[in-house]
């Protein structure tokens, strides 16, 4: 055992479930105990929303697994992956924050039954694609808890993945988007600071001028740097859709523009975390990556590739230093494993329980539902993360582009479109989720380019079947208006 790191990271969660019980506490005594649960009151700064969206887009993946990710699949690959990231955040100020912030829902599934006259099929169906694709990306991130957790206390990878489960579940259960929001702040801030020492640690360990050891690293690998070595370009161009649509839709990440103060505050604070994001991803692969054939073959053979960051890092730094790196490291998962335990939460209690089975239900009732939820579904990904995917990021990659596939001609062409109607959108969330599934479950595509083919056929759909039929109601684009 890490002892000291294991110390550093006990205090970590402990400080993060005193959080959430002082939210719980808050929530019981709200008179807006819905808003506060699910939109954290609707009045988070932009600074603060800047660095809690950061939390939330940087996941395992991003912040632990990138470099031996880089390492397997190639630069050009991430760097596709990255750019896409960094281009979704403008996209999403500029075609959905101010109708999503206006319209003062609190889910994605909410504004979409709004939007076309609460369909009973929607009700159901998008509450179902948001718990089966946000449960794939859970996987990913309840896969690098287990690894941090292993690697600080030497236990095995189901001890530690059982450890870090129970945690996440038990403070996003009792204090929701409000305890979500308080820790990702925090998570945030560790994630831009432990990035930038991670960096700095590199530059001044580099054992010769940094293009000879970048240059070095591509002779040990050479597909490092090659343009369609590892993954068919249509991998590269995938991923790039998939993230450059994804802040549009994604429900972990849209939720936070439900929680910002202000249309002008949820803008900003999208394109700022923008900003963060691509100068920490660049660095962290820049920087670390060449120092992997230093590890030597036998952490390289015995250890996942999504660990390795951590091996370079113990170079670098004492055991303080190394278990401050490790709590920063998991923060980093718990940034996207809470907010995607909420949207999963959200999507049963808010959605299915009160949209549909009991629309009179009370703020008590929903909140009872949510916590029940909460504990069964994150329980059971945990049993399924017992067998873990192979890369992080190719996974949860998977997971966002079946929810963009899914949700993007609804709600994108719903918000600028006035002919877009309920069959339309209807018919262009059932083409695009279940081609992409079954492109994903039994074609052998390059990675992630499932969603090449999925999104046409959904977008294509909605414009064909909407242009088709019946007109929506004056009702309906009187609404659409007041969004903008």
Known sequence: MKTTE?????????FCIVLGLLSQRRISSSNQGIDDYYAAGRNIGTGMNSLAMLAALGSGGSFMAIVGTTWNLGLPFLAWMVVGSCVGFPIASILVAKPLRSSKKITVSEFINDRYQGSNFFKVAIPIIIIIGSSMYLMSQMKAGGLMTSYVTGLEY??????????FIFYVS???MLAVTWTNILQGFLLTILTIIL????????????????VNASNVNPSLGVAGATVPIAGYIGAFVTWATAVCVTPHLIMRVFTASNIRSAKLSLNISMLFFAVLMISTILVMVPYIPTLGE???KNNPSDMWMLFIAEGFFGKILMGIIAAGVLAAVMSSTDALLLAISSSVAYDLYKGVFKPEANRSQILKVSLISTWVIG???MILTLNPPTFLIVLYTAAVGLMVSSFFGPVVLGIWWKRANNLGASIGLLSGSISFMILFLFFELPYNSEILISLPISLLSMLIVSSLSKR????????LESYH
């Not at 294991?6 to 402990?14: D, G, N, P, Q, S």
Request: proline share 6%; net charge negative; glycine share 10%.
């Open 6 to 14: 294991t110390i550093i990271m006990i205090t970590y969660l402990v």
């Open 158 to 167: 189901k001890w530690g993945l059982i450890i870090i489960s129970f945690v």
């Open 174 to 176: 009792m204090g929701g």
């Open 199 to 214: 960096v700095v640690g590199g530059i001044i360990n580099l054992p010769i001028s940094w293009p000879e050891f970048l």
């Open 298 to 300: 036998d952490i390289l």
């Open 379 to 381: 329980l059971f990904i």
């Open 472 to 479: 929506p109601s004056e009702e309906v684009i009187s609404r």
